[in-house]
């Protein structure tokens, strides 16, 4: 299960996303808003990335006081990845399948599924937005996560990947791994079966 417990991030822009309390169960938990409600900020608080007030623990596990612990258990996928010209995929891969504990039989599996071929010997500084974004959900779904968090997966990838991705993702929670996403995709709710949909206005829960 996934706590957020007196949760506060505020910018100095005035910009503030509070939430009290919220528990999560295994599953798919869709989150819904508007551009700069607050979604992105709530993401990369839970996976680690930002700071913030309060508490947030994952199988009791808390982020603030055990972040090593935590972090392994969390993995994540930017809404517009970026990532070091200089590498190339397969050389990012190797460094995040060493930190996670990916073998290479997951490596060319999450490959072939998501159609990187032979795109991962090249530079990063050659890739489209959309694979771009989709190196940055083969690094999402590397090792033994409990939760995967994926912010906006389905944009600037072509729809044979969206289904791809659709059926990793259903694959994955039956193997007991968790997901929050957000997308804007019109039929957003039609593509799972999901636990839970959160939505998010001006920095607030609004059903919860």
Known sequence: MLEVQH???AYNTGFELAIE???LPKGIHLIKGENGSGKSTLLKAIAGIH???GKILLS????TKEPVRYRRLVN???AE???PDFLNLDELIAFAAETKKAGKSQVDHLKTVLGIGAFSKNPLSSYSTGMLKKAGLILAFLGNP???ILDEPFTTIDAATQEHLRKLILSSVTDGISFLITSHLADFEKLFSYTSILEISNGKLKNG
Do not use: H, N
């Open 7 to 9: 949760f506060k991030k």
């Open 21 to 23: 309390s919220l528990q």
């Open 51 to 53: 700071p913030f007030e």
């Open 60 to 63: 009791g596990i808390s982020l």
């Open 76 to 78: 994540y996928s930017d």
């Open 81 to 83: 990845p970026v990532f």
């Open 146 to 148: 409990s939760l995967i």
